[in-house]
Nanobody, 126 residues
């Protein structure tokens, strides 16, 4: 089994920054893709960014590209999401997810990921 635990959420003003962390533990050898999703109040969960753990190739949703940066610490098996120039529309619960190679779907689809964290709240308001 794989455990996924997010941290680093909080409340910030528009234009501010936050860094989310995601610690992954357990049987992690099979993990090849990790991603961040978010769910705003009253909306469906959507993909934010993802990274292939081997190559480091990263993907971003167009709404966060150039503001958010996904990165990883392979030694610590930890995923990060650096979020800059935050906007009120970035408010939501942010989830970390881990996928194995045989998952179906693209990086931005929930069905691609097998393991999910409980989420961490990010609130952006004046």
């Amino acid at each position: 089994q794989v455990q996924v635990v997010e941290s680093g959420g909080g409340s910030v003003h528009p234009g501010g920054s936050l860094t989310l962390s995601c610690a992954v533990s357990g049987s992690t050898d099979g993990i090849n893709l990790m991603g961040w999703f978010r769910q705003a109040p009253g909306k469906e969960r959507e993909a934010v960014a993802a990274i292939y753990t081997g190559s480091g190739t990263a993907f971003y949703d167009r709404l966060v590209k150039n503001r958010f940066t996904i990165s990883q610490d392979k030694a610590k098996i930890t995923l990060y999401l650096q979020m800059n120039i935050l906007e009120p529309d970035d408010t939501g619960i942010y989830y970390c997810a881990a996928a194995e190679p045989w998952g179906a779907g693209e990086w931005n689809t929930e069905r691609r990921y097998k393991y999910w964290g409980q989420g961490t709240q990010v609130s952006v308001s004046s």
